[in-house]
Structures are given as C-alpha cells and as structure tokens.
T-cell receptor
Framework: DTGVSQNPRHKITKRGQNVTFRCDPISEHNRLYWYRQTLGQGPEFLTYFQNEAQLEKSRLLSDRFSAERPKGSFSTLEIQRTEQGDSAMYLC??????????????FGSGTRLTVV | EDQVTQSPEALRLQEGESSSLNCSYTVSGLRGLFWYRQDPGKGPEFLFTLYSAGEEKEKERLKATLTKKESFLHITAPKPEDSATYLCAVQSGNTPLVFGKGTRLSVIA
C-alpha cells in the first residue's frame, strides 16, 4: 500500500464550473476524511465517512459541496458552481475508527484548487 | 467546541538554536493530542500522539510534552531540514481532529 492517494494534484477552473476530486485511502482503513486548508491556516474539517456512510458534515460544507464514498473504498468530493473563495488545498485522510495506540490520520498530498 | 491555539505563528532559528512551540487547547474529554509536520505543498505527516498530562514522546531532535491545558514541541539543536509548519490537533471522543493554524519554523544554516 502506497498511502493515501489524491487526484488531481492541481486543478485550475473558471468560476462557475464544477470540479470533482478523488481520494483513494489506505485499503485497511474504514474511515475517510476531507479537510480544506487555505494559506497560513490549519486544515479545517469538511466531512467524514465510516465505510460508505457519511457520518458528519461541517457547517463549512455548503450545498454546493457533495461527497460520496461508494462501496466504502475511494471517495469523491464535488464542488458545483465554483467560487473564488473555494480556492484552497483539499486534503483527504484515512484512519481506523478506533485504535490504541491512536496514530491519528494518514493524509494524502492534497489537491490544490485555483478558481479564476 | 474544541479549540486549538498555536504560538508563535512563525519562528526563525539559527541552526543549533533550541526552542519550543506551544499548543494551547480546550477540549471536552481529550482522547488524544497530535503533532504533525507539514512541508510546503504536501499533506501533514504524523509525528506524535499524547494521551494524558505528564506524557512525553521523543523522535530525533523533537520532544513533545503534554499538560492539562497545553502541549509543547521542543526542538533541540535544529537543522535546516527541520524547517516546516508544525501542526497541533486534538480529538475528543470519536470526533474528527481539530487543528490549530500551525507554527512555521525556519532554521537558518
């Protein structure tokens, strides 16, 4: 297993267009998380899945954002009608649901979105 | 609501000049406090998990400590390759990690 994989690494889109990102987690991990990070800020939680069930969504996740994790494997994050304020690094992470010791999350390298 | 505050925002050190980074937190029932390292353009990389006050963890030139209100990341005799952003995060119960804004560390040769 090569860790958490995110594609694409970079995406430039025009305002108003739709974009979709993909995340392939570590195969043994049953939890998958999406975070957003802007310059000079820490990662902000967006949503997470346990297997295929979406268990929590942040207030940051407007109705233009939708995430799926079909069959509990890879996940996609779609942003509709992109706005310039959506420009950020979108990070995916995965973990086991409950482990001791707790190693936290394994993050991917992120998808950098630029809305022009 | 869980909160994490990191200080300073940025820190510039000469190679070999030891220092500490601070992470203050408020959380309802700490399950773990996490330190991550993040290099530019990359995702955070796990460093340590601390579970209870008094606990300490070490890795090479890094040492993390935990009290009931804050955690410190001590960097002893840093090298230029230690330059990165260091992120602190907390978890209460089974909720998603809550991150601070990070400390940008620059180590000058």
């Amino acid at each position: 297993d090569t860790g958490v994989s995110q594609n694409p690494r970079h995406k430039i889109t025009k305002r108003g267009q739709n974009v979709t990102f993909r995340c392939d987690p570590i195969s043994e991990h049953n939890r998958l998380y999406w975070y957003r990070q802007t310059l000079g800020q820490g990662p902000e939680f967006l949503t997470y899945f346990q297997n295929e069930a979406q268990l929590e969504k942040s207030r940051l996740l407007s109705d233009r954002f939708s995430a799926e994790r079909p069959k509990g494997s890879f996940s996609t994050l779609e942003i509709q009608r992109t706005e310039q304020g959506d420009s950020a690094m979108y990070l995916c992470a995965s973990s086991f649901s409950m482990t001791v010791p707790n190693y936290g999350y394994t993050f991917g390298s992120g998808t950098r979105l630029t809305v022009v | 609501e869980d909160q994490v505050t990191q200080s300073p925002e940025a820190l510039r050190l000469q190679e070999g000049e030891s220092s500490s980074l601070n992470c203050s937190y408020t959380v309802s029932g700490l399950r773990g406090l996490f330190w991550y390292r993040q290099d530019p353009g990359k995702g955070p990389e796990f460093l340590f998990t601390l579970y209870s006050a008094g606990e300490e963890k070490e890795k090479e030139r890094l040492k993390a400590t935990l009290t009931k209100k804050e955690s410190f990341l001590h960097i002893t005799a840093p090298k230029p390759e230690d330059s990165a952003t260091y992120l602190c995060a907390v978890q209460s119960g089974n909720t998603p990690l809550v991150f601070g804004k990070g400390t940008r560390l620059s180590v000058i040769a």
